[in-house]
């Protein structure tokens, strides 16, 4: 029987790959029902649902926490456990923790960078992996665009190939520029999967919090608000208020008799 990769796999050069991040149960349900291929617990939930500045705090329990609450939305679609930092730091480390994402419920998950020991290992252990190239953000100074010069683009490309040569089931590329990622996804047999990262990728992958646009602070080039949630939100709320104070809610037909 085919596993969820050869499906992702499949898709190469096809049809595009649609993956967003969720991080509990309700959103997980609503992404799972619209059919999106691919559902990422990231470890950008220290940033959207923890508060914290980066990814750098955040530990395998969050993460297990997190991967439940998704794993029991997602009935149908593949749910990846993002490996939080220090979580893969040696093998034995790496293929405990990924065993603990399994149990949790996801079926595979992403390592950020070149790790050609850990990679090897969940693989060889049939654990799929997904790559992740370009801004990693567990070990960023500086969150920007990567590979603008010939030395970190040569490096990138080299690290997406090896990676793919481990046999990952598909690849992140982060905040690059489109003609190396383009670069990439030509010489990768493994489906690329863009943040960031331009037109030519085998799929797009956004946080559902931006792409909702929950914080308007947060306004990187590449991302695109495919809804106000913040405005949404805060007039409803702001209803509520008035509602409460005027005495128009509770009415009789939201009262029990
Ligand atoms: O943590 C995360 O949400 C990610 C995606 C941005 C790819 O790594």
């Known amino acids: 029987m085919l596993g969820f990769e050869d499906n992702i796999r499949g898709k190469k050069g096809k049809s595009k790959i649609i993956m967003l991040t969720a991080y509990d149960y309700q959103m997980a349900k609503i992404l799972d029902e619209v059919g999106v291929d691919l559902i990422l617990v990231g470890d950008s939930l220290g940033m959207v649902f923890q508060g914290c500045k980066d990814t750098k705090s955040v530990t395998m329990d969050a993460m297990i926490y997190h991967t439940k609450a998704v794993a029991r939305g997602a009935k149908k679609t593949p749910v990846i456990g993002d490996m939080p930092i220090h979580s893969y730091a040696t093998v034995e480390t790496a293929l405990k923790n990924a065993r603990r994402f399994l149990e949790a419920g996801a079926k595979g998950v ?27 953000p567990q070990t960023a100074k500086a969150y920007k665009v990567r590979g603008k010069t010939l030395k970190e683009a040569t490096q ?12 990952a089931f598909s690849i992140v590329l982060e905040c690059i520029p489109e003609s190396l990622a383009k670069r990439i996804t030509e010489n990768v047999k493994a489906p690329t999967i863009g943040i960031g990262a331009g037109r030519y990728c085998d799929g797009q992958v956004l946080v559902i919090n931006d792409m909702l646009g929950f914080d308007e602070s947060f306004a990187p080039k590449y991302l695109k608000r495919y809804a106000d949630l913040n405005k949404i939100i805060k007039n409803a709320v702001k209803r509520f208020m008035e509602e409460v104070y005027s005495g128009a809610y509770p009415d009789k037909e939201h009262t029990y008799h």
């Not at 992403?110 to 992740?132: Q, S, T």
Request: proline share 5%; net charge negative; no cysteine.
């Open 156 to 167: 990138i490309f080299q690290d997406a190939l090896e990676i793919d040569g481990y046999g």
């Open 110 to 136: 992403k390592i950020e960078g070149n790790k050609p020991e850990i990679i090897r290992a969940l693989i060889a252990a049939d654990i799929p992996v997904m790559g992740h190239v370009g801004l990693l």
